[in-house]
């Protein structure tokens, strides 16, 4: 009996275990910009890499883009600007572990941080 409860004790903890290494969440979405060197329209240009730090994927990423402003156009496929947000490619899911990056021109640069996503494991 004693064994049996062991059993299920260590089965229960290990689920747990399990799913709570594969939560995602705002924190495990990484974005880095640095200066490229190159000017656009009179402009210096950043290069934006966002990557998903967790080893499941995250869809439907928002990003805060209030008062985001470029003399560069970004494809709206990587980074829809909808009003103060940002949805990053069209709201697709990016892979555990994966990047996807973008570029802008614009002074001061611009800090985007994420607002939201959707876990999918």
Known sequence: MATTFFYFI???????????????????????????G????????WNVVVTNNCNCAQSQIKLQCQGFQTTEIVSQSILSIQGDTCLLING??????????????????????????????
């Open 38 to 45: 190159r000017t656009i329209l009179g402009k210096p240009e």
């Open 92 to 121: 697709n899911p990016l892979k555990g572990s994966a990047s996807v990056s973008f570029s802008y021109a614009w002074d001061p640069p611009y800090f985007f941080r994420p607002l939201t996503s959707h876990t999918i494991c």
């Open 10 to 36: 260590s089965i229960l903890i290990l689920s747990f275990v399990i799913k709570g290494s594969s939560y995602c969440n705002l924190n495990n979405i990484n974005i880095v910009a640095t200066r490229s």
